[in-house]
């Protein structure tokens, strides 16, 4: 198995005979990136200064910036069923899409509309709000905003608009019952249908099984991470914390979120000053990237979070090459 990790230091490709792990390859050095998506022997890295590609296996890059006019890139996904389908999510808030392999982008101007109207923010940054995540179903895609809700396409990413459980308005209070928390960091929908989806927030665990139109509250707390179990919606393993960076931990639920428990075998947690970042699917587990740069894997129904590449450090997300981010 070969996996992309995007580092704050440049990329790295990593290789596993299902013993051990080494790094391979590195590019992109001395650029932090972001986010990372690999298919089709193509390799996109999105940084906070544009989008680089690569097409062989990490050997080489190119910029693939054009028509991104917003080059802080937070997040990137591929359409699952489209090749040279992608899609960018960028700090301030903003959508791009690319219908060639990124060699062209196109801005969604209705996305930065909403932003303006709003008034979306980061409370670390100065910029209007950012987008952060995606998940695709058919032609349905949801992004994730942080601070500002949850936005949804009927057209593959070509248009997009607010759910209707999601105001726009960047309140971090607790939202009314229904209404989703506005602090959006991630979005996830269940294969068995477009309109079961879930989201990680600055206010808790969220689930909507009418594609965003009203939302329960799973779990009140802090967190920006889920899996789900692509066998049973009722599976589901999140990274809930006390609040920002700190009590971090990981929890599953296999009644659809009504009871929990922590799962953290090779883990030292609850962590006092890191949590979970991103989990990602990969091969037949699961990726954990912890927001102090660590880098954690674990199968399911087993969850020994073993550190891959103990050296390596300072990941913001990994891919596994061939597959989704």
Do not use: K
């Given at each position: 198995m070969t996996i992309s990790v995007a580092t704050r230091t440049g990329i790295l490709i990593c290789d596993t005979d299902n013993t051990r792990w080494q790094v391979v390859r590195r590019g992109l050095e001395g650029q932090h990136v972001t986010s990372v998506i690999a298919r089709e022997g193509v390799i996109l890295a999105g940084t906070m200064d544009g989008i680089f590609c690569?097409?062989?296996?990490?050997q080489s890059w190119f910029e693939a910036s054009q028509g991104l006019h917003q080059r802080h890139v937070r997040?990137?996904?591929?359409?699952?069923?489209?090749?040279?389908?992608?899609?960018?999510?960028?700090?301030?808030?903003?959508?791009?899409?690319?219908?060639?392999?990124?060699?062209?982008?196109?801005?969604?101007?209705?996305?930065?509309?909403?932003?303006?109207?709003?008034?979306?923010?980061?409370?670390?940054?100065?910029?209007?709000?950012?987008?952060?995540?995606?998940?695709?179903?058919?032609?349905?895609?949801?992004?994730?905003?942080?601070?500002?809700?949850?936005?949804?396409?009927?057209?593959?990413?070509?248009?997009?608009?607010?759910?209707?459980?999601?105001?726009?308005?960047?309140?971090m209070g607790q939202p009314a019952s229904g209404r989703l928390h506005a602090d959006v960091h991630s979005v996830y929908v269940h294969p068995h249908s477009k309109d079961d989806v879930l989201a990680a927030t600055g206010g808790g665990l969220f689930r909507s099984q009418n594609g965003g139109e009203s939302w329960a509250h799973l779990y009140r707390c802090y967190c920006r991470a889920a899996w789900w179990d692509p066998a049973d919606p009722d599976h589901i393993v999140f990274g809930p914390a006390h609040s920002v960076d700190r009590g971090g931990r990981i929890e599953e639920s296999h009644d659809g979120g009504q009871s929990w428990e922590v799962i953290g075998d090779g883990l030292d947690a609850p962590w006092p000053r890191h949590m979970v970042e991103r989990l990602t699917p990969v091969q037949d587990g699961v990726a954990a990237v912890l927001s102090n740069g660590e880098l954690r894997l674990a199968l399911p129904d087993e969850w020994q979070w073993e550190t891959p590449l103990p050296e390596v450090q300072n990941v913001d997300a990994v891919t596994q090459m061939g597959e989704a981010a």
């Open positions: 690569s097409e062989d296996l990490g997040w990137m996904s591929y359409h699952p069923d489209i090749s040279d389908f992608e899609l960018a999510g960028t700090e301030p808030a903003g959508v791009f899409v690319s219908r060639n392999g990124g060699e062209n982008w196109q801005g969604c101007p209705e996305v930065e509309a909403l932003r303006d109207q709003h008034d979306w923010f980061l409370p670390y940054s100065p910029e209007a709000g950012c987008v952060r995540g995606f998940a695709h179903h058919g032609d349905r895609v949801y992004g994730a905003v942080e601070v500002g809700g949850l936005l949804r396409s009927e057209n593959g990413g070509e248009q997009w608009r607010l759910v209707g459980g999601s105001s726009g308005n960047p309140a």
